[in-house]
Nanobody
Framework: QVQLVESGGGLVQAGDSLTLSCAAS????????LAWFRQAPGKEREFVAT????????DYGDSVKGRFTISRDDAKDTVYLQMNSLKPEDTAVYYC?????????????????WGQGTQVTVSS
């Protein structure tokens, strides 16, 4: 029912900034709790950030705290991930995810809807 499409990935150098976008379908975007996860080749999916449907509560994975910012624009049905001070270890496919809930969570299994991912590559 909910479709998510990521965009904005690319190849950057260490220390650069990049902003990812995720566009959602339907008119129920404002009721979704949204999140970003990432996965490097051969690795497990890792929690990055989440934002509550109200937009007032956010949470970040330890590896990105202080560098990444999640935000949402309900008028555009879009969630963003602003990434600063990028490191080579940030290289991964980044996925957006969503679920209908009033609570944020770092657990991937709580999310019902997933995008197909966008590649971010950070060179040293």
């Amino acid at each position: 029912q909910v479709q998510l499409v990521e965009s904005g990935g690319g190849l950057v150098q260490a220390g650069d900034s990049l902003t990812l976008s995720c566009a959602a379908s339907g008119r129920t975007f404002s009721r979704l709790t949204l999140a970003w996860f990432r996965q490097a080749p051969g690795k497990e999916r890792e929690f990055v950030a989440t934002i509550r449907w109200s937009g007032g509560i956010v949470d970040y994975g330890d590896s990105v705290k202080g560098r990444f910012t999640i935000s949402r624009d309900d008028a555009k049905d879009t969630v963003y991930l602003q990434m600063n001070s990028l490191k080579p270890e940030d290289t991964a496919v980044y996925y957006c995810a969503a679920h209908y809930s009033t609570h944020t969570t770092r657990v991937a299994t709580w999310y019902d809807y997933w995008g197909q991912g966008t590649q971010v590559t950070v060179s040293s």
